[in-house]
């Protein structure tokens, strides 16, 4: 790290909408002095991300946010429903996400752009991640690697990138923090809702849609706490989470209000990223988190014990129970929490001094 400025990286996940939260927190960095030396980000992440790595102002991205219109990204794909439903590559054409992509973004490669900038992809023919950005994938279009980071699967058709077609990166890494940490300080990373997902009811009778979007939110989810549960003696990372969690992946409707909730989470946070700075490693903020249990709630299914092991243990009862009755703990560390099938588990938490 040198003395004068840390080289910090910044990941943005993806989450339909709700990653306009995006635009308030880098508000609040920019304000605050933090200039990344990295960016990187999947679907609405990664078209931020690179909004943002190409010059674009942080006002003109919220202005261009709020005018925003169902009608400026939805239209039936009525062109591929002609071949029949079963034949069809997607809900909606691909027309108006290309057209929001290069009105945001310049016709650049990524070898063409100063700050160094990671848009993730699946290559879903050869059925692997595709960092595009990363050495040996510069010499592409980034409004192509755009699209295709942003075209979840059926909703949107693929995208192809220097000749492989590629899908929305969400669907193997929604957070690609595992491809960001080499050489630098810190990496600030920001999960739009999918960790803390609501209660629901009554999906069944939205549609197909409905559906989909909720089963896509648990699967990124549980792909998403992998990598973070093994994180600590890698680079530093500042997580943040807005509570966005509350609203759908398309709510137009919103958009002032999950800016705003960027920009709420991303202050919370400041005071972590010099303590993250000098510890050199881990996840902050750090918390400090008393667990309990609802007795008669919990049936000692044990998937709790499973999941943290170094936080839940079964009593003699045969009911899970903490180990202790207070952890020092960063975000990640309470995951395990929200798995629980019975909502037994009681967590309360007060930052650290």
């Known amino acids: 790290m040198t003395a004068e400025r840390p080289r910090i990286g910044l990941v943005l996940g993806g989450g339909g909408l709700k990653g306009f939260a995006h635009i308030g927190v880098l508000d609040v960095l920019h304000k605050a002095g933090i200039s990344p030396v990295l960016l990187a980000g999947s679907s609405i992440g990664s078209l931020i991300a690179s909004s943002y790595a190409l010059g674009t102002p942080v006002a003109k991205m919220r202005e261009r946010a709020l005018t925003l219109k169902r009608k400026d990204l939805f239209r039936v794909n009525t062109g591929g429903f002609a071949r029949g439903l079963l034949k069809s590559p997607s809900f909606y054409a691909a027309e108006p996400l290309r ?57 949107f058709p693929p995208g192809t990138v220097s000749g492989r077609v590629c899908v929305d990166g969400g669907t193997v890494d929604n957070m690609p923090v595992s491809s960001c940490g080499e050489g630098l300080d810190l990496l600030i990373a920001v999960d739009v809702g999918n960790s803390d997902v609501q209660p629901a009811a009554d999906v069944t009778d939205e549609g197909i849609a409905s559906i989909f979007m909720r089963s896509a939110t648990l699967m990124m989810r549980t792909l998403q706490h992998a990598p973070l549960s093994t994180w600590n003696g890698h680079t530093p990372l500042v997580l943040i989470r807005p509570h966005v969690s509350r609203y759908g992946w398309f709510n137009f409707d919103k958009i002032p209000t999950l800016i705003s909730a960027g920009a709420q989470a991303t202050e919370e946070v400041l005071s972590s990223i010099p303590l993250a700075l000098k510890a050199g490693h881990g996840i902050y903020p750090r918390q400090r988190v008393r667990v309990s249990v609802v007795r008669d709630k919990c ?23 903490p180990r202790q009755s207070a952890f020092d703990w960063s975000p990640v560390d309470s995951d395990f929490s929200v798995h629980c099938p019975t909502d037994a588990i009681r967590l309360e938490r007060t930052p650290l001094v």
């Open 299 to 321: 049936t000692g299914c044990g998937q709790c014990i499973a999941m943290a092991p170094y936080a839940m243990t079964r009593a003699v009862d045969g009911k899970a129970t």
């Open 99 to 155: 057209a929001l992509i290069a009105g945001v973004i310049p016709d650049r490669r990524f070898d063409q752009v100063s700050t160094p900038l990671l848009v993730n992809t699946v290559d879903i023919e050869r059925g692997m991640q595709i960092v595009w950005g990363a050495p040996g994938f510069r010499n592409a279009s980034i409004r192509d690697a755009v699209y295709a980071s942003c075209a979840l699967p059926g909703f």
